[in-house]
C-alpha cells in the first residue's frame, strides 16, 4: 500500500511558476513509477508528466513540455513538478499517481497507476 500527498498548489498569475511536491509513504519509491496527472473542471483527467522508477526516463504531454519539469529523489520517497511559464489552462487539480513496477509503457495511462493522492489545485490568472 502506498499513501500520495501533494502539496504546492495554489493561485499564481499567469507567467508565474509554482513547484508541487508529492511524498510517498509506505512502500520504497524506487519500485515504482510516478506520474502527474491533472483534471480541469468539466473535463477529464489527463497525463501531465511521468518519470520511471530510477528517475532516468521522463515524459511530458505536448502541452507542458518544455515548462514543466518532473523530478523525483527516491531518499526522500518525493516526486516534484516544477512548473513555469503557468497558462490559464493550466488551472486543474493535479493529482500524484504511483505505478507499481519498473516498466516504462504506457506511463502516460492513468488506468496504469494503483494509487493516486487527493489532489492539489493550481489556479492560474491572467
Known amino acids: 500500500q502506498v499513501q500520495l500527498v501533494e502539496s504546492g498548489g495554489g493561485p499564481v498569475q499567469a507567467g508565474g511558476s509554482l513547484r508541487l511536491s508529492c511524498v510517498a509513504s509506505g512502500r520504497t519509491a524506487s519500485s515504482y513509477a510516478m506520474g502527474w496527472f491533472r483534471q480541469a473542471p468539466g473535463k477529464e483527467r489527463e497525463f501531465v508528466a511521468a518519470t520511471s522508477c530510477s528517475g532516468v526516463n521522463i515524459y511530458y504531454s505536448d502541452s507542458v513540455k518544455g515548462r514543466f519539469t518532473i523530478s523525483r529523489d527516491n531518499a526522500k520517497n518525493t516526486q516534484y513538478l516544477q512548473m513555469n511559464t503557468l497558462k490559464s489552462e493550466d488551472t486543474a487539480v493535479y493529482y500524484c499517481?504511483?505505478?507499481?513496477?519498473?516498466?516504462?509503457?504506457?506511463?502516460?495511462?492513468?488506468?496504469?497507476?494503483?494509487?493516486w493522492g487527493q489532489g492539489t489545485q493550481v489556479t492560474v490568472s491572467s
Open positions: 499517481a504511483a505505478k507499481v513496477g519498473c516498466g516504462i509503457s504506457r506511463l502516460n495511462a492513468g488506468s496504469g497507476y494503483a494509487y
